[in-house]
């Protein structure tokens, strides 16, 4: 029941952060200069039909009425109309938003696959020669911009590595259709076709290792320093003393409780992520949610940029909220934190 509680009080702060969201962009789009219908319709369009386009998208309303329109139509899961597309915004972004989607969970596998074991073996020889060396690739990785990694990655597909691909999600003439969750790599294998996940993967590889490095940097400086600390506390002396093995004491006393901040942390990342992402796809002609954003920004389509910058704040409170159980789950002291908060 206590862990019930706090993630209800997780939940409804979540809540608050997506209408205060709602409510920034919604002021944001509103304020920036320029008439939407007059740039979707060009120059040469007469005074009439700007006016038509403006009553039919409500741009005519007082402001107070047409955030209303705007929340009442999110819980429908209505976006209203690309001007750009003149589809829904909706099947616009479900049509984008699986290839950013893949593209950042990716990276984050990325970076916890690599960034925790390099945390782990810094703490362990702390001081020595492979501490130094994790430091220095940390300290590096963490400091290039994502977009640079991008190019050289780009440049040594393109001149060294001739068998990676530079561009897209799967090469020209592969034909399959991701109709169950979007990603490639997992309806290839649910339907089977490995040469797909096969060509999935060498296209995806290089985007995410370019998004990321950083985080990867950011998560073993993270896993060091909490190891460190873990190993002063008093249990690990005494399981120390009762002659525990080294290993054991690493791994099963040791790196758990170490996992919190590198779990924290991630969460925040994945706004950066997101934001980094759109750089990234841009470089690699990836199908997601960058152009459609950007395209959507510079011709000022207003549902569709409300919709992407609403999109990725929902992802970006639901991926903190599952991150809030995993932490609760890891460390009970948090749960027993929220429930005398």
């Known amino acids: 029941m206590e862990f019930l509680a706090f993630l209800v009080r997780r939940l409804l702060w979540s809540l608050l952060v997506l209408f205060g969201l709602s409510v920034i962009i919604f002021t944001i ?66 049509a984008a938003f699986p290839a950013t989607l893949e593209l ?34 940390a300290i590096v990785s963490a400091v290039m911009p994502s977009f640079l990694i991008a190019l050289l990655l ?36 649910l339907r089977g076709r490995l040469d797909v996940v096969a060509e999935a993967a060498r296209h995806v590889i290089f985007p995410a290792t370019a998004l990321a490095l950083a985080t990867m940097g950011q998560i073993a400086r ?53 934001g980094g992402a759109f750089v990234v796809e841009l470089i690699f002609a990836w199908p997601g949610m960058a152009a459609y954003g950007l395209r959507a920004i510079t011709q000022k389509d207003l549902n569709a940029i409300m919709a992407v910058v609403m999109v990725s704040g929902l992802f970006f409170v639901i991926v903190n909220l599952l991150i809030d159980i995993l932490v609760g789950i890891v460390d009970p002291r948090i749960r027993i934190r929220g429930k005398r908060a």
């Open 154 to 189: 780009q440049l040594l597909a393109g001149y060294v590595l001739k068998g990676f691909p530079t561009t897209g999600r799967l090469p020209m003439g592969l034909e399959f259709n991701a109709d169950i969750t979007g990603l490639l790599l997992i309806d290839g294998l």
């Open 222 to 274: 993270i896993t060091r320093a909490s190891m460190i600390d873990v190993s002063r506390q008093d249990y690990m002396e005494a399981s120390r003393a009762f002659g525990v093995p080294s290993f054991l004491r690493m791994f099963k006393y040791q790196l758990r409780p170490s996992f919190v901040p590198p779990l924290t942390i991630l969460g925040l990342e994945f706004a950066s992520l997101i």
């Open 104 to 137: 950042v969970l990716v990276t984050i596998l990325l970076a916890f696959a690599f960034g925790v074991p390099l945390g782990v073996v810094a703490a362990h020889w702390k001081d020595r020669w492979p501490d130094n060396l994790v430091r220095a690739i």
């Open 29 to 94: 789009a509103r304020v920036v200069p320029g008439d939407p219908a007059r740039m979707a319709l060009g120059p040469t369009a007469s005074a009439d039909q700007v006016l038509a386009l403006q009553e039919r998208l409500g741009l005519n309303l007082p402001l107070y009425e047409q955030y209303v329109r705007f929340i009442s139509g999110l819980f429908q899961g209505d976006l209203g109309l690309s001007l750009l597309t003149q589809r829904a915004v909706s099947l616009d972004i479900a």
